[in-house]
């Protein structure tokens, strides 16, 4: 009796089962070979469009790894004014009649279009850039790029250091001031950095980060030219976001905003207001004149050498000055030798 309940209810789960996969199967749809030549022929499409989508992907991402900019890229122009054309390319390299308009300084202009003509003999890049939804134009990229900076302060500040045209102004200005600074020290016995410095490390640690610096930013310039100018186009402050030799510049940036905050701390404590001032003058016309020396002879790479020589000269100058090292019990203030305090007039024995 047992057997046959067994044997029926194994049955009962047969047929259960049967059933269940019966209503799961479907009858595959025949598609008429006229809809399957229009699905294929969609699939076709479909490849051909994403194929197109991938190779212009590639060619721009090319094209911004040689050029550093893009489509939607923000320029400001820096030029007084620049020239742009209204019609498309292909109608000025067949010679028919344009018109064109300018834009001016302080204008930001976004990039429209950008457009490769092998053809064009002058130059094959195109560029459409626009002032504002109404206002578009094309211009060779060789006639773009040096009238405008890219739209970021960090760029234009770099511009306007790479300006030959202040770098000569910087040097006038840089000999005026210290034949002035000079002669005024000589007569007042005045401090002055690497000569008859204070007692401080820091003014000496500036001017060397200078020179350094600037030297390292002319050989970034030399020998890893696309590099920089990445930078240039897509600048930062952050030294942890950059490539190492990059990260070195930061680097130097930042040490130098540091020096400069602890050099005008150090010399308001131990100078008088006029002296002071007088100190971080002639400390400014250093830093200065190191920019534009190292920077400089380091395109000719004999900066290395002349560096090298500095280095030992401000070192050498700061062992050899006499540091003080007692501090008056009274005021606090450092002194170079026992005896009256030269800032309180208590006795130190």
């Known amino acids: 009796m047992a057997t046959d309940k067994l044997l029926f209810r194994a049955t009962g789960y047969l047929v259960m089962i049967l059933f269940l996969l019966t209503g799961c199967y479907s009858k595959p749809k025949v598609i008429p070979s006229n809809e399957l030549e229009v699905v294929a022929d969609s699939v076709l499409e479909e490849e051909v469009v994403d ?24 320029f400001v122009v820096k030029s007084d004014s620049l020239l742009l054309i209204r019609q498309q390319p292909e109608e000025v390299l067949s010679q028919m009649p344009t018109d064109t308009f300018a834009v001016y300084r302080h204008d930001h202009l976004a990039v429209a279009d950008i457009r490769i003509l092998p053809t064009d003999e002058e130059d094959s890049v195109w560029v459409q850039v626009a002032r504002d939804q109404f206002t578009f134009g ?75 610096a600037a030297s390292f930013y002319a050989s970034i310039q030399m020998f890893a030219p696309q590099l ?41 404590a131990q100078l008088p207001l006029g002296d002071a001032a007088l100190y971080l003058s002639g400390l400014l016309g250093v830093c200065a004149f190191n920019y534009i020396v190292f920077s400089l002879s380091t395109l000719l790479y004999i900066g290395y050498v002349l560096l090298a020589v500095y280095f030992w000269f401000a ?31 208590a006795i130190n024995d």
């Open 51 to 74: 194929s197109a989508q991938l190779r212009r992907k590639q060619d721009s991402l090319a094209f911004v790894a040689h050029h550093h900019y893009h489509e939607n890229f923000n």
């Open 228 to 268: 920089w100018q990445h930078f240039y186009y897509h600048p930062t402050l952050n030294p942890f976001s950059v490539p190492l030799l990059l990260a070195i510049f930061l680097v130097s940036v930042w040490a130098m905003l540091i020096l400069a905050i602890a050099c005008i701390d150090v010399v308001r």
């Open 138 to 212: 094309w211009t060779h990229e060789k006639d773009l790029l040096p009238h405008v900076d890219p739209d970021d302060p960090i760029s234009q500040f770099i511009s306007t250091f790479s300006n030959t045209h202040l770098i000569i102004f910087l040097v006038i200005i840089s000999l005026i001031a210290f034949a002035y600074l000079g002669r005024k020290i000589r007569r007042q016995n005045a401090k002055i950095v690497h000569f008859n410095d204070i007692d401080s490390i820091y003014p000496t640690l500036l001017a060397l980060t200078v020179a350094m």
């Open 315 to 345: 070192i050498r100058q700061y062992l050899r000055a006499s540091h003080c090292r007692l501090m008056c019990g009274n005021c606090g203030r450092p002194l170079r030798q026992k005896g009256r305090c030269p800032h309180c007039g």
